[in-house]
């Protein structure tokens, strides 16, 4: 954690951080902006403080607009220029400590304007500090400029008494012709960022939403910027219409101007060298260095921009990192990672936990006469090594696509698949449910990665990592639909007298291919890879949610039954900022927010908590309504007998997937290509350790376990 250290200065004493300074009034042109806090009473300077400041160097346009505290020693300012009204709390015999470089508190070779500077801070060089709010035990120095004007917004999409409609600043996220727009707010999430991008037909929402976003800041002009207490900001450039929370680290910037920097000693912000970021709103704990380059931009708590990264128009959720490559117009739900500097993302919403590979080129293909293409992908979306996608696209959750140049656009609806472009035989390859039968390590691992790398102090969002969840589940139902569709119109199905239904007949055999129309644009064929095998994995994967929601939910086996009887069908859900809503409970937010019985950001935040604290319930009603579906499609009875079926074959399904776990990463260990670097497996262990001992797979068979152990109560 970035605290600065207070020390005497001819002694170490401990680290101290006091209560926030917080001035007092408000001059002719400009609010102070301030926090409710203990506050110090301020006096004139007394005819000695003025010699003692005028011998060392100091001058001021009026030294009755100076005030200070009655701990102000004026021996630690020298050479400085004051204009304006000036306030300055306690400046003590001390010096301030980070990173193991001492500084001196006081001011010093600085021109300040109209600023109010807190307790013991220390400034040094900084040619022009105007119009700002400095905290206790804050450290500027060698700063250029550091200034804010009398419309500042600080990244926030509103504007001032007097401005005109043109200024007001928009994210044009998801499409580069700017028709999903939205305004930039301190405080929003990627929930609210889609909820204003995708109801672009209720015009009456996109209304509410821009005026409850401009009614949430004060249209006065005149708000001052502010440093946070115990902020350190060193070699930095130009400063302007910036604010920035306690505890911020920002050394060697170019650039940043019309920003909201949000930090705090639990989860500070840093922003390193060469960086330019312009109307933006950064979260709590992101980290910005080398280079960035970011304008008009939302990022959301602890995220990360790195290493020459170009973010324009996009809002990137939490726990993500984007280094090297380029960014425009898009919507990124959180989870994301893109690592490499030859991968791009153009005019995309990408629902999180996903991961883009070097070459990777989604979204730069238009196929329109117009810049007016979307890519929609949703959770787990991996493009593969140079990977190349035309607009439009869209993919259901967990698909991987293998390298390749894709000459057309793709629709598919087959959750974890595997998606290949077969240029030798001309054809679009898929394998649906590719995740589960032969990389189960991969897609359980980044489950847990997922939440255990979830650093958000403040959790707005209820973000759902598990790949089986009622999202993914409807997904399934939806994918097994349509390959008994496709099945039905085979001549395999058709002239076969075993089966009563293509159910039946998916369960029982099976074929190498399918025939799918529809899911790419264009004359080549479309194929469905071990169809059967997929159908059955994924009516497994069905009754294994069921069964583990209910379970862990502690349902009794009676009321199981019961419930069954007369529990609704399945529900429609919507990923809202990695969140799952019911849809029809997101339709009832909507209408709130235009009939103002939801007015406020602050209100749609507590439809999101609300809605948390109902998803326990309603998970455990979709699990219901999935068992009931599954007793349909088996002709299977509603009774005990068939529950304890149930039972006793979600334990096989439950130790199959800790083996496929297991397997897939083995084959890391047996594939004898893998080993070749090293001359013995003793070696191979010492530098990437044992199968047995891996971490995740020691506690995935731990999960399986205590899962094993909850079904057989049941048995």
Known sequence: MNIIK????????????????????????????????????????????????????????????????????PKLVKNNQFHGLIRIGD?????????????????????????????????????????????????????????????????????????????????????????????????MTAGDAWLWSRYRDRTALLDKLKSLTQN?????????????????????????????????????????????????????????????????????????????????????????????????????????????????NALIYPGHEQHHNSSFLCASTILGQSNMASGATIGSNHNSRGNDGEIFAGRGFWPGLSTSLKHNCRFASFNLLVKGAYPAE?????????????????????????????????????????????????????????????????????????????????????????????????CGENIPTLNADNIESGKRSVIILKPCEAYRVYRDMLLLFAVKTLVTSKIDARVILKTIHGCKKRSDWENVGG???????????????????????????????????????????HAFSTLKELFQLEKMEENENSLQGIFHRSLEINRNLDEKCYASRSKDYSNPFRNITYSSDIERDAVVGRLDDDSFIVKNREDTQALEDLIKEYL
Request: with cysteine; proline share 3%.
């Open 410 to 506: 793709i629709d598919n609806p087959l959750p974890f698949s595997l998606v290949s472009n077969d240029e030798s035989h001309n054809c679009l390859n898929i394998i649906p449910a590719y995740w589960f039968r032969y990389n189960m390590y991969a897609l359980a691992r980044n489950a847990w990665k997922y939440a255990n790398r979830d650093k958000r102090l403040e959790k707005k969002h209820l973000i759902i990592f598990d790949y089986l969840a009622p999202d993914t589940v409807n997904e399934i139902f939806r994918a097994m639909e349509i390959i008994r569709t496709l099945v039905e119109e085979t001549r395999d199905y058709q002239q076969q007298k075993i089966y009563a239904t293509a159910h039946e007949f998916l």
């Open 216 to 328: 949430s800041f004060d249209k006065k002009r005149g708000y001052y910027g502010r440093i946070g207490t115990g902020s350190v900001l060193k070699h930095c450039r130009i400063l302007k219409d910036v604010y920035v929370g306690s505890n911020a680290y920002i050394k060697g910037s170019n650039k940043l101007k019309n920003l909201t920097i949000n930090s705090c000693a639990e989860s500070p912000t840093q922003i390193g060298e060469g960086v330019e970021l312009v109307n933006g709103i950064i979260g709590y704990g992101c980290h910005i260095f080398y280079g960035v380059s970011a304008v008009r931009f939302v990022m959301d708590d602890h995220t990360n921009l790195k290493y020459g990264a170009r973010l324009i128009n996009s809002f990137l959720g939490n726990n993500s990192t984007i280094s090297c490559c380029e960014v425009l």
């Open 91 to 187: 400046l003590e015999s001390l010096y301030l400590e980070f990173h193991d470089i001492p500084l001196p508190v006081g001011i010093y070779n600085s021109n300040i304007i109209s600023s109010d500077l807190g307790s013991n801070v220390s400034i040094n060089n900084v040619n022009l500090l105007s119009h700002y709010i400095i905290e206790n035990e804050v450290i500027l120095l060698n700063i250029n400029e550091l200034v804010t004007t009398n419309y500042a917004k600080f990244g926030n999409g509103i504007i001032k008494e007097g401005e005109d409609e043109s200024i007001r600043i928009w994210v044009e996220i998801a499409n580069e012709n700017g028709g999903r727009r939205v305004l930039p707010f301190d405080g």
């Open 579 to 621: 969140q799952l809503i019911r849809k029809t409970q997101v339709k009832k937010l909507l209408e709130g927010i235009e009939k103002d019985r939801v007015n406020s950001w602050e209100g749609i935040h507590d439809f999101y908590l609300r809605e948390a604290l109902e998803y326990p319930k309603d998970l455990v009603d």
């Open 6 to 73: 207070k020390h005497p200065l001819k002694e170490i004493g401990t680290g101290f951080i006091p209560e926030k300074f917080l001035p007092q009034g408000k001059d002719e042109y400009y609010i102070r902006k301030r926090q409710l806090g203990e506050s110090i009473s301020h006096r004139h300077l007394s005819a000695h403080e003025i010699e003692v400041l005028v011998k060392n160097a100091n001058s001021a346009d009026d030294w009755n607009s100076i005030y200070v505290t009655d701990h102000f020693d």
